[in-house]
């Protein structure tokens, strides 16, 4: 079945630094791809999707392009601030032309002024 | 902005009892979504519900597990008998639409306790 794998975390870095958070997928059929995040005592958040290969999603600064080749979605920011620091969900839809989502483990980001 | 809502925010139960876990979905939405995420385990999907039915359900959705929409704008998890491996953070989620392009939006969660 479809299933996401993410890098361990906690992911310390210091404010300015570039991030990548991997994020790998194996699936059927056609999924989209989601990052989402979640701030500390809060719901989880979009961040970006990308619906078909070679697509790239982009907002508040972060990125990841969806890459069938070899079957990734890494999640990258140029300029981390402390404002980013929660936890990071890679995810996809299950197999199917279904809305359910599959969901990596959650990789916590910590940036530190 | 619109947003998802969920009550209560934290729940503590005996092990055994029932608990009712609401959400308010997004107003237009037709699509609506529990996941439930274990201490330090992923967010894992239960079950989805459309057109007041179930349309997929996980291997973890039991018969301990129902849903119902019951007056057009909440939306409910039922666990009839309540055991301790219950106790987990429960989000529900709405989209527009169902298809593998259409985006999910989560309330805050529900913790649920099972003492």
């Known amino acids: 079945g479809n299933s996401v794998t993410q890098m361990e975390g906690p992911v310390t870095l210091s404010e300015e630094a570039f991030l990548t958070i991997n994020c790998t997928y194996t699936?059927?059929?056609?999924?989209?791809l989601f990052w989402y995040v979640q701030y500390p005592g809060e719901g989880l958040q979009l961040l970006l999707k990308?619906?078909?290969?070679?697509d790239k999603g982009s907002n508040k600064g972060f990125e990841a392009t969806y890459r069938k080749e070899t079957t990734s979605f890494h999640l990258e920011k140029g300029s981390v601030q402390v404002s980013d620091s929660a936890v990071y969900f890679c995810?996809?839809?299950?197999?199917?032309?279904?809305?359910?989502?599959?969901f990596g483990q959650g990789t916590t980001l910590q940036v530190k002024p | 902005e619109p947003e998802v809502t969920q009550t209560p925010s934290h729940q503590v139960t005996q092990m055994g009892q029932e608990v009712i876990l609401r959400c308010v979905p997004i107003?237009?939405?037709?699509?609506f979504y529990w996941y439930r995420q274990i201490l330090g385990q992923k967010v894992e999907f239960l079950v989805s519900?459309?057109?007041?039915?179930?349309?997929?359900k996980s291997e973890i959705f039991d018969d301990q597990f129902s849903v119902e929409r019951p007056d057009g704008s909440n939306f409910t998890l039922k666990i009839r008998s309540t055991k301790l491996e219950d106790s987990a953070m429960y989000f529900c989620?709405?989209?527009?639409?169902?298809?593998?392009?259409?985006?999910?939006?989560f309330g805050p969660g529900t913790r649920l306790t099972v003492l």
């Open positions: 107003s237009n939405h037709l699509y």
């Open positions: 989620a709405s989209s527009e639409g169902g298809r593998r392009t259409d985006t999910q939006y």
């Open positions: 995810a996809l839809n299950g197999p199917g032309n279904t809305g359910k989502l599959i």
């Open positions: 519900f459309y057109n007041n039915e179930i349309s997929e």
């Open positions: 699936a059927t059929g056609y999924p989209s």
């Open positions: 990308a619906t078909k290969a070679d």
